[in-house]
């Protein structure tokens, strides 16, 4: 992962796009970037593993949309949005030891205070949006009322004692 360079596809073909929406998740973490044997990279040299992640995810998300919002004037038709995460909602443990996420009631969370309020919920995006043509479409908040939502045990590849409580039954927010 090349942190200060937007990725090739997107250079490639940002010019045939009216629409780009930006997000990264929860993968911004030690334990996938081993797993995944990931190895960043910034200014052409390899970072060490034991850099800290949360600033290599700042600076990565500040730089993308600087960089996007550079090429906005070229491509007045083009419209960008950065997506904030998608929030986890597991409980008793995380999804490799135990963790579930067994709701099926609906609206079932304390965030709705937030939602009302219209406080970004993901402070990096927003911060990093400001001032710039990149719009936030802020569903954290959203999402964590909808945490009936997720593939949970149901899904396809569902595996005894692991539940997926971070991706969606539907590709997006259902409402």
């Not at 491509?75 to 597991?90: A, C, G, N």
């Amino acid at each position: 992962m090349h942190l200060d360079r937007p990725p090739t596809f997107l250079r490639e073909f940002l010019p045939r796009l009216d629409v780009l929406v930006l997000n990264t998740g929860h993968h911004w973490s030690p334990l996938k970037l081993h797993s995944n044997h990931w190895v960043i990279h910034m200014g052409g040299v390899s970072i060490p593993p034991s850099m800290d992640i949360g600033q290599a995810r700042n600076f990565t998300i500040h730089g993308i949309v600087k960089w996007v919002d550079s090429r906005i004037q070229q491509q007045p038709s083009l419209k960008v949005f950065y997506r904030t995460i998608s929030p986890r909602h597991f409980s008793n443990g995380e999804w490799y030891n135990g963790g579930t996420c067994d709701n099926t009631i609906p609206f079932m969370s304390e965030k709705n205070d937030q939602v009302q309020t219209h406080k970004a919920s993901d402070l990096v995006p927003a911060k990093a949006v400001e001032g710039t043509r990149v719009k936030l479409l802020d569903i954290t908040a959203l999402s964590a009322l909808r945490d009936e939502g997720h593939v949970s045990k149901y899904g396809v590849r569902a595996r005894h004692g692991s539940q997926d409580c971070l991706h969606w039954c539907l590709p997006g927010i259902p409402d």
